[in-house]
């Protein structure tokens, strides 16, 4: 399995409500599926939780699930910075081991879908670009 998609989630519930990787995980298994179909969730305050194991395919995206990983940021339209932070930092974990995987919200994978609400590949591209000048300030 080539992991090619590193796709951002939201939980969409609501932005006062903070949701457990285990709580995901009991939804998931309620509704039939093997449980949480996620590999990493984010808390409101940045915390990162564990999901499904890396090396067992995902449950949600369709149509990718056997090439992409899944992260899933509790919340629904105000998505808090320290799960931002910790957003950055997972993916700086998976191009360590995935380096050509391409970093996208759910929403770009299928159309059908607002999840997560914002624009995963523009913030990315932001993310590098504040990294790059802030090192380069640093030198120059
Ligand atoms: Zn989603």
Not at 1 to 17: A, E, G, N, Q
Request: contains cysteine; aromatic residues 8%; proline residues 5%.
């Amino acid at each position: 399995m080539k992991i090619t998609k590193l796709v951002v989630h939201c939980s969409d519930t609501p932005d006062d409500r903070d949701i457990s990787a285990e709580d995901i995980h009991r939804w998931h298994k309620e509704r039939g599926w093997d449980g949480i179909g996620y590999h990493k969730v984010i808390k409101r305050d940045g915390t990162v939780e564990n999901g499904r194991p890396e090396f067992w395919p995902g449950a949600h995206v369709k149509g990718h699930n056997q090439c992409s990983l899944g992260v899933c940021l509790i919340g629904r339209n105000c998505i808090t910075s320290g799960q931002l932070i910790s957003l950055g930092k997972v993916i700086d974990d998976w191009l360590l081991k995935y380096p050509d995987a391409e970093v996208v919200g759910h929403c770009g994978l299928d159309p059908g879908k607002t999840c997560p609400n914002f624009d995963v590949p523009e913030w990315w591209i932001s993310v590098k670009d504040i990294r790059k000048y802030s090192q380069n300030g640093v030198n120059d």
